[in-house]
């Protein structure tokens, strides 16, 4: 498409770098080169958008970009002209953002997440299959909201302890131990959910160049967040059973690996669980290397006939596991409430490191967590949950069984939130999503998590049921449109 003075502007949507930056990066090169000559105006960002086949919100965005390099300026009523500065350099002129964005030491997400969230936002009616989030019927909403009318708040609203509130922590032990697990109040510390745990370890307890051990695929691959921290990844791939403990021995032989990074119930993202007798071989390789194992169990609860195999944490002996668990899978992920069992000398440093990010968490949304973890109708809420999701599997099995027949390949595990599927056909992840986005349905490219291409995970716990059939049917019709453009 050719520009106002007659530039050609290419844009190429397969790219990992975002549309807007492209055409920046584009309006960019034509005012370097002359064709936008200092004082002229750019188009309006309504006609260039028609220009370009693009939402009006992409030409915002790409001009922001070069204001923020002082490249343009922007006056209500006058609309964007390139600066007459140059290059827009002026004692008054806007900081270059783009480029204090891009140098900082923690790394943005991965591009096909920051595409599947984007392309969420900007179309309402998109089928989500990739959040692992729960749908908002699945909330205990009537339950909470019955908690704050019977019980009315009365806490103080200073800061609370650093640990997170004490009468929480108290729940919270009574809680683990229905599930086997003895964690006094004093080894609890509150977070903000899992991946707040996460990255306080990272950052805490690890030190950059330090090995570790996850899973392959894992969840873990796609938080930047482990290399930000500067961490060695070490694979340790998982079969049907889990992964195998043999494994652990040979990447600490290898690699002097300083901590294990585990997912053992309904594993994200491939639903399987470690046998019991993998399970009592990796605490005793771990306890006989004295590696601790980080284990991360947001899904134990969701065991539809609430059979999960017991956590690492409750067949720990030894005091090496470091065990993580929110309310995000099986109440409510905007309750933002999870906690770490961990040994003293860990919650403290680890509290002592929150409270320098925030000085401790919200004490609403602790004392409402407490109060529900406490009532009497949580048990029937999971319950609930777990026939429901349930049901929802067996719902896309279905839908997956009708619209791919043979050409989608998968195994069903009782528990968890998802799918994990691999085609028969080879494709490309960027290709599919992007043709699922046109087709408004969207997934996590297996790549996310570390696997080859060709993997995909769908979860079946955020969209309501009746879209089901209609997201597996969209996702049929855009791996056959991926075909043919391979063809």
Same mark, same amino acid.
């Given at each position: ?217 894992? #969840?873990?691959? /796609? *938080? ?5 921290? !500067? %961490? =060695? @990844?070490?694979? $340790? ?85 470091? #065990?993580?668990? /929110? *309310? ?5 992920? !905007? %309750? =933002? @409430?999870?906690? $770490? ?147």
């Amino acid at each position: 498409m050719n520009g106002v003075y007659g530039m050609t502007w290419k844009l190429d949507r397969h790219l990992k770098t975002p549309v807007y930056l492209q055409i920046a990066e584009l309006l960019e090169r034509s005012i370097a080169s002359g064709e936008y000559p200092p004082g002229s105006p750019l188009p309006s960002e309504r006609r260039l958008a028609e220009q370009l086949g693009v939402n009006r919100s992409t030409i915002v965005q790409a001009y922001a970009e070069l204001r923020s390099s002082g490249l343009v300026e922007s006056k209500v009523g006058s609309g964007t002209t390139v600066s007459r500065n140059k290059w827009g350099v002026s004692p008054s002129h806007t900081p270059n953002w783009r480029q204090y964005a891009e140098g900082g030491s923690f790394l943005p997400n991965l591009p096909f997440m920051r595409r599947i969230r984007s392309s969420m936002l900007h179309h309402g009616q998109m089928i989500d299959m990739a959040s692992g989030e729960l749908a908002e019927p699945l909330f205990p909403s009537g339950l909470l909201q019955s908690i704050m009318q019977e019980q009315p708040f009365t806490e103080p609203l200073g800061y609370d302890h650093p640990q997170g509130n004490p009468q929480l922590r108290v729940e919270l032990s009574a809680f683990l131990r229905k599930q086997g697990i003895a964690a006094p109040e004093a080894s609890i510390l509150v977070t903000s959910g899992s991946q707040q745990s996460l990255y306080l370890i990272t950052q805490c307890l690890l030190a950059p160049g330090d090995a570790v051990a996850i899973e392959d695929p894992s #969840y873990c691959y /796609s *938080l930047p967040m482990f290399q930000s921290a !500067g %961490l =060695r @990844i070490c694979r $340790l791939p998982v079969h049907h059973d889990g992964i195998d403990p043999d494994d652990i021995a040979r990447l600490y032989r290898e690699h002097r690996i300083r901590m294990l990074f585990l997912n053992p119930n309904y594993q994200n993202p491939t639903g399987t669980s470690l046998s019991m007798e993998k399970r009592q071989r990796v605490l005793a390789i771990a306890a006989e290397l004295r590696i601790p194992i980080v284990e991360d169990d947001p899904f134990s609860l969701t065991s539809f006939r609430n059979q999960a195999l017991p956590s690492l944490k409750a067949l720990d002996q030894e005091d090496i596991v470091l #065990y993580i668990g /929110s *309310l995000s899978k099986i109440a409510a992920s !905007g %309750l =933002r @409430i999870g906690w $770490l069992v961990a040994p003293q000398t860990v919650v403290s440093r680890l509290a002592d490191a929150r409270q320098q990010m925030d000085f401790g968490l919200s004490i609403l949304p602790q004392w409402l967590a407490g109060r529900l973890l406490a009532s009497e109708g949580f048990p029937l809420h999971l319950l609930t949950l777990r026939k429901a999701l349930e049901a929802k599997q067996q719902r896309m099995i279905g839908a997956l069984e009708h619209y791919f027949s043979e050409n989608l390949a998968f195994t069903a595990h009782p528990g968890g939130f998802n799918l994990w599927c691999k085609s028969k056909e080879n494709i490309s992840d960027h290709r599919l999503l992007e043709e699922s986005i046109q087709r408004g349905v969207v997934f996590v490219p297996g790549s996310v998590y570390g696997s080859e291409e060709g993997f995909i995970r769908l979860s079946y716990a955020r969209p309501e049921p009746e879209q089901m059939e209609s997201g597996i049917e969209r996702l049929a019709a855009a791996l056959r449109a991926s075909l043919a453009l391979k063809s």
